[in-house]
């Protein structure tokens, strides 16, 4: 699993680094220093300094631009595809893929004056994301279920959006995403039980292989007292079933 804000085990400022590299090697070098993962779902955002996340736009827009060369696109005079480079590299840093370099948003907890201890249940929310293998589009819904306690932390309902947005903004596999977004609530929210469930479309099979346009995917994680309780969990997933309906 990667971890969410690690503290670098190194300094950042530059001042070990060779400022002739590419801004990826040196990142890169950060990362494999402080043996830190940085698969296509990690979050490297605590190995970043201010302004790199510009300057490496610019240079994935560079790299884009070889690749529709090799593509055999004539960029410079059709006027469709001659910002195209630029385009793709704005959005995979700052928009499909930020959940890659931003840190995750903050995420203010109360505690639970009112010892709630009822089921709670949040969605759907909307979530996109990309396929890892292929990069194409991920679309699909959220819902997730709380069963609080009296230790147990509240957070606002906009901020369960933020933090699946933010865990999805990444080239993800969705059987990875879904524990990766558990972990994340159970440690903000401390609750005696969560559930979570993920139904989405996968661009990867209606633009290519299969062309299958109704396949869908959903799988779930259960901890605490759903997967405890199947008194419980069945609450959970038929109430989810008639928003369904």
């Known amino acids: 699993m990667s971890q969410i804000r690690p503290t670098p085990l190194f300094r950042i400022d530059g001042s070990d680094e060779d400022s002739a590299l590419p801004l990826s090697q040196r990142i890169r070098s950060r990362l494999e220093r402080a043996n830190h993962r940085f698969n296509a779902n990690d979050n490297i955002s605590a190995f ?81 994301s990309a396929c890892s293998h292929h990069l194409c589009p991920i679309i699909g819904k959220v819902w997730i279920g709380i069963m609080p306690n009296g230790h147990s932390n509240l957070i606002g309902l906009s901020k369960y959006a933020r933090i699946c947005d933010w865990v999805m903004s990444r080239p993800q596999i969705q059987e990875e995403a879904v524990t990766q977004l558990a972990n994340i609530l159970q440690d903000k929210v401390k609750p005696d039980g969560l559930a979570i469930v993920i139904e989405a479309d996968h661009f990867c099979m209606h633009w290519r292989g299969v062309k299958d346009a109704d396949a869908r995917m959903t799988n779930s994680v259960m901890r605490g007292s759903f997967l405890k309780d199947p008194n419980l969990r069945r609450e959970f997933l038929s109430l989810l079933t008639k928003k369904n309906t």
């Open 48 to 128: 970043l300094k201010a302004g790199e996340v510009d300057e490496l736009q610019l240079e994935v827009a560079a790299k884009m631009a070889e690749v529709l060369k090799s593509l055999v696109i004539d960029t410079e005079t059709d006027h469709n595809t001659q910002e195209t480079a630029h385009r793709v590299a704005k959005m995979y840093l700052s928009e499909i893929f930020k959940g890659r370099y931003q840190p995750m948003p903050a995420v203010t907890e109360f505690p639970n004056v009112e010892q709630l201890n009822e089921l709670l249940i949040v969605g759907p929310i909307t979530v996109r």
